[in-house]
């Protein structure tokens, strides 16, 4: 009875990658399939209901349709032990691919977006980069697990993700989708630039592909407020300069709405809430105007004056403690100079400089972890979409990263019109780090870019809402770069049918 259970699974496997109709398999029979480097380490269903992820991620991820569920460990590497899992619809496939991303330093199988995925009846799957928790630790004398972590993992699940979709449902996925933001958005980007036949369209939100340089760009502002305590701008104090920004500002869009469509048009100098006297609540002091210009001016190399990373946006002032609040720098970049750069768990942020350490980071990274090259022509060139955001208001990846590598591959294959043909880039007014924040934040790219790759649909806007405790006050289009939404005049300012997608 094995070993004929064997055959018929090996033939149904066989016959589903040759697309050719057979049965398919049972869940349960998954447990016993073959892949390169590839242990399956269960595979069962799961009744329709409430998921209670495993031990450590301990949120319930509610109403999920009944799935098959498989979790499997890879090991491309000999120091590698990358755990994923795919779930399977067990009815109402859309005969589609989902994978899901992870933030920050990675380090768990994203349930919760999983279950998103699973709820619109896609197939998904998820890993855990690679290593267990969210520090950056693990890399420690572990290069081959910074690999796995830098773009091994996501690869890899890709293609045992595709398999045991083949073979539970005796197809290929029609369309196979990758939808990340921040960490989840440079995955995104390592997908498109090294294995551009992984995916046939990918959302990428606020990516921090220029990892190295972007890191450098989040010291910078940990060194304008964090070094000296005189430089510190108390929490107190975001919401008197943000003020002072609208006051400004607000109006250079033509609209009053306490959001900057565009704050590259914004020049707003701090200068004018310096004390005239002492210390008070309502003013900053000499310092802190330096502080504040610092957060606002890119970090630089200073001695060739060489532009490292873009600047912290104005309008983006009431987020500014993830950066600049202290007493720390964020984990998230301190961790990396610990642990990957210098390999120093004492390191101290405030040593770092902008010049030669920066040269070792770029040497040591290589590649690894920054995922910025501009040459995404063979994923556009076999029928790849790419949807990308980015808030304009993001308090940890400065927003112009993301115009300047748009730019960069819309140079590589000849202007924006003809990127626009495979890629758009919609940059968010008012929103924070992958979502929150004043301006609209909520919006389906992965909607959209379902109906740019499956019809040929291209995005030429994407409506976006703000809420307030939970009722939408807001809705605005969002536009690809380089245009901007443009309130046509009449009408409420807060419905987006009132605004037009128009040149700068
Ligand atoms: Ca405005």
Redesign the pocket.
Known sequence: MQSRHWTLLQIVFASALANSPLVAATCESLASLKLPDTTVTSAQTVAAGPFTPPQGNATVVPNLPSFCRVTATLTPSSDSAIQIEVWLPSTGWNGNFQAVDNGGWGGSVNYAEMGTALARGYATSSTDTGHTGGRASFAMGHQEKLIDFGFRSVHEMTLKAKAIIAAFYESAPKHSFFAGCSSGGRQGLMEAQRFPEDYDGIVVGAPTNNWTNMMFGRMWVAHATLTDPASHIPASKYPVIHSAVLNAC??L?G???G???DPTRCHFDPQVLQCKDADEPSCLTKQQVEAARKIYTPAKNPRTGQEIFPAMERGSELVWATLAGGPAPIRLAEDYFRFVVFEDPQWDFKTLNFDGDLTNAQTRDGGTLTAASPDLKPFFSRGGKLIHYHGWTDQQVMPRNSINYYNSVARAVGGIAKAADSYRLFMAPGMNHCGGGDGPNTFDALAALEQWVERGKAPDSIIASHSTDGKVDRSRPLCPYPQVAKYKGTGSTDNAANFACVAP
């Open positions: 607000d109006t869009d609209v009053k709405d959001v900057l469509e």
